[in-house]
């Protein structure tokens, strides 16, 4: 019969369903937990690898900006001058503006920059071999160098 004070079947019974609420409360805990933590691991990583490709490709491209510009200021000073380094430098402002963020281009820069930088390697070849076959002839004058349309 039943007694009002056997507790047994009662325990039991508690003791399940304590244990069945106990067990979704941590399934819950622990799947928010694993959320969080592949949320965060997964924000780090992409995080990381976008500043590794981005910080790549700025120092590619500064380095290109370098070379270029030093090139440019160079060929400047040496007294060379063709149509094709001031159309380089016309290029050369354009990529660096664009670069700046001062206007939206298509492309990429960098491909760009690679582009102009044989162009004036190439356009400083060319002006480099007349000057220097009229370097003989040339007197030195004390004019003060023209200012350096790169620095704005």
Not at 80 to 103: D, Q, W, Y
Not at 130 to 142: I, K, Q, Y
């Amino acid at each position: 019969m039943d007694d009002v004070w056997d507790d047994e079947v009662d325990e039991v019974e508690y003791h399940a369903a304590m244990a069945s609420q106990n067990w979704s409360r941590m399934e819950d805990t622990f799947t928010t937990i694993g959320f969080r933590l592949g949320r965060s691991a997964g924000s780090e990583t992409v995080v990381q690898r976008s500043f590794d490709d981005g910080f790549g490709e700025g120092v590619q491209t500064g380095k290109l900006i370098g070379e270029v510009y030093g090139a440019l200021v160079t060929a400047r000073k040496c007294g060379l001058e063709s149509e094709a380094l001031r159309e380089a430098l016309r290029s050369f402002v354009r990529i660096a503006k664009a670069i700046k963020g001062k206007h939206e281009e298509d492309g990429d820069a960098v491909a760009d920059l690679t582009e102009l930088a044989e162009a004036v390697k190439a356009a400083i070849a060319a002006s480099a071999v007349p000057a220097l076959a009229s370097a003989d002839d040339a007197t030195p004058d004390d004019e003060a160098p023209a200012p350096d349309p790169l620095v704005e």
